[in-house]
């Protein structure tokens, strides 16, 4: 295992250069170690280390796109290495497994292919400050079938892997020459938060336009079934009720099946058996009900956790028991104050987190105390593709809320993308991706056929 100081990004290793390691690269982790890296790593005044498992970035709202095909993700994906390249921080691969808090050490396991075949051994990185930025996985609370009959959203390879059986479904249901089969062509979705609302919305455009490409034999509107689970007694139970309202009144036009007040008692090999004693038939079937922090978050060297492994951090992002480790993002439990709980797992809160913590971090290189952080509640934007974006705006600001629809609010919603790629890549880049994408998007097809 390699135990050596971390090398500064200018040159040669040395041990007076405070060391930054930032595990995990999605939006809060990568923003903030780009901005950091444009500052103090090009300057030499720290050396700044990504860890992250994957290859590239893709923002995590946008999945739901890229499972229906609406989206194309090489045109969206971030490369970790070239983006440390022009950005002044190393990338490095690979899954953070433990930590040891007295030697400040990160331990990071081997990093295997498709194969098998290990490219990285397993490391350990030093530390002098620690950023832990991992995010948040769906949580199936233990029902039975899960594991074995279930796709989620949580990374760009599920997504992926969704939207290829997709396809294979209309394909297989076009050659076929017996008629379908109860249950076939159908999707059930299990959980009516942000992201299975999205994707009930998507669907319903994407899987017509896939048909639309010569499957002739499949009626959309026939033989097309989307269906949303939900155990609460409303769809986007953690937004205002008159969203959930509007939201639902809109998916209903579109034909999507909705199913409040229905928990889950197992998913079988052709569908969901409800606790009520109905079983709805479906051939694929997306799990995206719940929230928690990665498992190995428990047992962080004695680091504090709540019951759905989330790092407690104070307002200043630091954990309870560490000064030297912060968290931020969905894995981070963080104080809001104004409400008497904790910071929502939102694009906005992780966006918000890294830029405080860019300047938290100077402040613990000058010595100074450091500032707490105070979320500042934007409201929330629920897009239904091509049909409508519903949302609630300034929530936190004006003590209430304004309902916004239609092209103001998908406006809104397609500018927190934009505030992510700014932090990313400055307005020159962002500006001509634009372009490109709108010019591109003219001469291929309106929804990824593979």
Partial sequence: MDRSPLPNTLGAATTAVHRIVIVGGGAGGLELATRLGDTLGRRGQASVTLIEKTRTHVWKPKLHEIAAGSMDMSAHEVDYLAQSHWHGFRYRIGEMVGLDRIRREVHVA???????REVTPARVFGYDTLVIAVGSQSNDFGTPGVAEHALKLECAADARRFHGRLINACIRAHAQPEPLRPGQLHVAIIGAGATGVELAAELHRSAREVVAYGLDRVDPDKDIRVSLIEAADRILPALPPRLSQATERLLGKLGVEVHTGARVAELIADGVRLADGRTLAAELVVWAAGVKAPDFLRELDGLETNRVNQLVVRPTLQTTLDDDVFALGDCAACPWPEKGGIVPPRAQAAHQQASHLVKQIRRRLEG??????????????????????????????????????????????VSLYKMHELALHGFAKVALDTLARAITRRTEPQVKLH
């Avoid at 081997?110 to 098998?116: L, Q, V």
Wanted: hydrophobic letters at 40%.
């Fill in 368 to 413: 100074k105390p450091l500032a707490d952080y105070r979320y500042r509640d934007f409201g929330s934007l629920v897009s239904l593709g091509e049909y409508s974006t519903v949302g609630n705006m300034m929530g936190g600001l004006i003590g209430g809320s304004l309902m916004v629809e239609g092209l103001f609010a998908r406006l809104m919603y």
């Fill in 110 to 116: 081997p990093f295997r292919d498709d194969e098998g």
